[in-house]
């Protein structure tokens, strides 16, 4: 069975950090893209940023591009997003998602099949 557990969510002031984390475990592909998702109140989810397991290429929306970081550690099964810069419209529910074997990173929700249940990132001016 996979699971995949997000941690790091929290308040922050316009301009902070934050560090998501995403424990994966159960998921015996070894090509696949790691992705986060995010959800604000009312809007539909999108895609944030995106690592393929083998090879590591990695992708994100233009609207982090510069301020957040994606990262895997295959030894540990975990992924990380490093959010720097944050913005208040950066608050949203933040999701870790797996996607199918053999598929590379993309920004559609429908490419994942595994999804965590999410941790809030609120940013404040």
């Not at 995106?50 to 975990?78: H, L, M, P």
Request: glycine share 14%; hydrophobic share 30%.
């Amino acid at each position: 069975q996979v699971q995949l557990v997000e941690s790091g969510g929290g308040s922050v002031q316009t301009g902070g950090s934050l560090r998501l984390s995403c424990a994966a475990s159960g998921y015996t592909g070894s090509s696949y893209c790691m992705a986060w998702f995010r959800q604000a109140p009312g809007k539909e989810r999108e895609g944030v940023a995106g690592i393929y397991t083998a090879g590591g290429s990695t992708y994100y929306a233009d609207s982090v591009k510069g301020r957040f970081t994606i990262s895997q550690d295959n030894a540990k099964n975990t992924l990380s997003l490093q959010m720097n810069s944050l913005k208040p419209e950066d608050t949203a529910m933040y999701y870790c998602a797996a996607g199918f074997p053999w598929l590379h990173c993309s920004g559609h929700s429908r490419d994942f099949r595994y999804w965590g249940r999410g941790t809030q990132v609120t940013v404040s001016s």
